[in-house]
């Protein structure tokens, strides 16, 4: 399952005439200091985290405190100085993992359910009447999401290789066939019931769901999902599309495969968001945002 993978006007010189001022939604903005510090990354203070447990709890009061990595291709870095890991199933070792888990590393299992490669060593268990379109990356395909009677026990067994390998998590990749062209008609609410359904399969094998992409549909899923995973949403100005994550304190790891981490980090730190900038090829190498101290406006202390 290897896949690689947003002042005053004036007229004239004369100012407009006085009125009352308009209240505007107040912007998501760092104060110029906290600006400043996002230059050198500093993790002090850092709250317990507490356990990964089995499915991965995410608690809301550190929503805002993650650090992260997504791994894909290249020896797998068990020392990473990082609370979460997003990791290939198949390439990674139960050795590795465990080597994780005794860190007291969060786990999230990276699972195409959109999708399919010809190279998948359960390529074969999915039937011709799902079989569609070619997806982005060579060798795979798009899958008729309306299908669930036929999807749902290639996932669960998929799902079931990420319990058996220590993940308390799985992220849902390729979770958007509908906003491709994907050799079937599928529509929003296909895709939104199919999402659902999948989020709920992971449930009930003990798997907190988090949900990769599909911005379209965060408004909708963010209550059926307890995280969400996202590519570029500085590059391609979507991030706000991705604060009802954020909103519900719930953590949004994000990455950038372009541009400086001393300025896009001042956004994504901004929004709340858990920031690394990565290789496109998502190998070991990351440079991570700097966390915010303290608790997620809003949190009970």
């Known amino acids: 399952m290897r896949i690689r993978p947003s002042a005053s006007a004036t007229r004239g010189g004369s100012p407009l005439p006085t009125r009352a001022p308009r209240r505007r939604p107040a912007r998501r903005v760092l104060p110029a200091t906290l600006a400043l510090a996002l230059l050198t990354p500093v993790y002090a203070c850092r709250p317990d985290l507490g356990p990964p447990g089995a499915p991965t709890p995410w608690p809301p009061g550190v929503a805002r405190q993650w650090r992260w990595q997504w791994q894909l291709t290249g020896p797998v870095d068990t020392t990473v100085d990082a609370d979460v890991v997003l990791l290939d199933p198949v390439r990674v070792s139960t050795a590795e993992t465990g080597a994780l888990?005794?860190?007291d590393r969060r786990l999230i299992c990276h699972v195409p359910v959109g999708t399919y490669a010809g190279t998948d060593p359960d390529a074969e268990r999915y039937p011709v009447a799902v079989r569609g379109a070619a997806a982005g990356r060579p060798g795979t395909r798009w899958v008729d999401v309306r299908r669930w009677d036929l999807l749902r026990p290639v996932l669960a067994d998929r799902f079931r290789l990420c319990r058996g390998k220590g993940f308390g998590a799985v992220a849902l990749?390729?979770?958007d066939g509908y906003a491709h062209r994907s050799g079937f008609p599928l529509g929003f609410d296909d895709q939104l019931l199919f999402n659902r359904l999948t989020a709920g399969l992971a449930r009930s094998l003990d798997l907190s769901p988090g949900l990769v992409g599909d911005v379209g549909q965060v408004a909708a899923l963010a209550p059926d999902f307890d995280f969400a995973v996202?590519?570029?949403?500085?590059?391609?100005?979507?991030?706000?599309r991705l604060l009802p994550f954020a909103d519900a304190r719930k953590p949004v790891f994000h990455v950038e495969y372009t541009g400086d981490p001393q300025r896009f980090c001042v956004t994504t730190t901004g929004y709340g968001f858990a920031s690394i900038r990565k290789h496109q090829?998502?190998?070991?190498?990351?440079?991570p945002c700097p966390t915010v101290a303290g608790p997620v406006p809003g949190t009970p202390r």
């Open 101 to 103: 888990r005794r860190r």
């Open 173 to 175: 990749v390729d979770a």
């Open 230 to 240: 996202d590519e570029e949403c500085v590059r391609l100005r979507r991030c706000a």
């Open 281 to 287: 090829e998502l190998d070991a190498w990351r440079v």
